[in-house]
DNA sequence: GTCTATAAAGTGATAGAC
DNA sequence: GTCTATCACTTTATAGAC
């Protein structure tokens, strides 16, 4: 979890704070220094005074987002007591309460992942070796026992398309689908529920 | 589909030209009226010259884009002849050969979309109505028929989402998988066949 | 640490020669 | 139509007063 607002916190996490919201929702290269001075309501000179630049700033805020949306789930991944669809379940539980709470991650990270692809892959560690972790070895289980042919990419794919896209093309949904943030809210709660289940039904179709 | 480069176009749709690739790369904000010279291989004020102004210039491109991602849809949906099941196929069909030829539309609609929602919204035809359309009608039936609860609005977003967010998300997913640009492709096209099946189980599962 | 003032560099746009 | 040179303005960053 991001640290929130409040009134008792330093100057310099103020700046962070302010820097967070603005980066999010207009991308680096929109965003002025005087935005983010405006959104602490602290005085330009001190971003500088604190962070030395705008990219050093945003480098630091990038950080700390890359790493909440990598939190917890290698170890949720890697856990030997959960089923294959227990972990699809928290995952996608998992992602769907992170984004309720920071709504404008999605569009972050495609945004930088696509502007500076580089910069970015090697500071969300895309170093990690996956082979190594448990839900291989339970997906590996499942083709065997199943005869399954469908690629596992294919699966990864649609669970984090389901997940996060909506949350990425939410402006245009709820203009398209009239919804209000409650009802937006609402029908992301529901597809914590459902997106398991379709996942499972992917599964097990041996087609 | 969007003109090519070629040797015998005008400078003005060699502007034109430049201007897509860049915006679409870097989207407004990180774009330059300089690297769109440069990228054209013109002189930097042809630009204003010919387009007036970086916005206007803007503007004009993405209402093409926009086009573009809209075009042949609404008859597609709108059409008496097809099956539910046939349109969602021909709609997946239409995007995966559209952003196969286009990979980074995905990127510079949501990035516009949320950097400035109004305007954006504005030019994309969200006005059109959709109460309208024959696959409106032909989803009442399905479910009178099959008594199915399921909102429609999941299955436009299951379907829109594991269809257009491997192109948002490219830069990540091929780095994670490790996968050529041929690979990625051939991905894509397996895809082509296989998301209709998914969303035809969604929607045959009562539940 | 925080402010004002300003330097230094970047960027969109145009004037004017050819 | 196309170029060079430059203006006008914005934006990042810093110097120096308090």
Not at 79 to 88: G, H, R, S, V, Y
Not at 138 to 148: D, F
Not at 149 to 166: G, K
Request: with cysteine; net charge negative; aromatic share 8%.
């Amino acid at each position: 979890m991001l640290p929130s607002s409040d009134s008792t916190i330093s100057t310099e996490e103020k700046i962070k704070l302010a820097a967070r919201t603005v980066f999010m929702r207009k991308g680096y290269a929109a965003t002025r220094t005087r935005d983010i001075a405006e959104e602490s309501g602290l005085n330009l000179a001190l971003i500088n005074y604190y962070f030395r630049s705008k990219e050093n700033l945003f480098n630091i805020v990038m950080l700390e987002i890359c790493q909440l949306f990598a939190s917890n789930v290698k170890e949720l991944l890697n856990n030997p007591e959960t089923t294959l669809d227990q972990k699809i379940e928290q995952l996608v539980h998992h992602y769907i309460d992170m984004l309720l709470s920071n709504p404008s991650i999605p569009f972050f990270i495609l945004n930088e992942a696509h502007t500076s692809p580089d910069i970015f892959l090697s500071r969300i560690g895309m170093d990690g070796e996956m082979e190594e972790l448990y839900i291989v070895k339970q997906w590996k289980e499942l083709v065997n026992e199943k005869e399954i042919t469908i690629q596992p990419l294919h699966i990864i794919l649609n669970t984090i398309s389901m997940t996060v896209f909506p949350f990425a093309a939410a402006p245009i949904v709820r203009a398209k689908s009239n919804l209000s943030t409650d009802s937006y809210q609402q029908l992301m709660e529901e597809r914590k529920i459902m997106i398991p289940k379709w996942i499972s039904m992917m599964l097990s179709n041996k087609k």
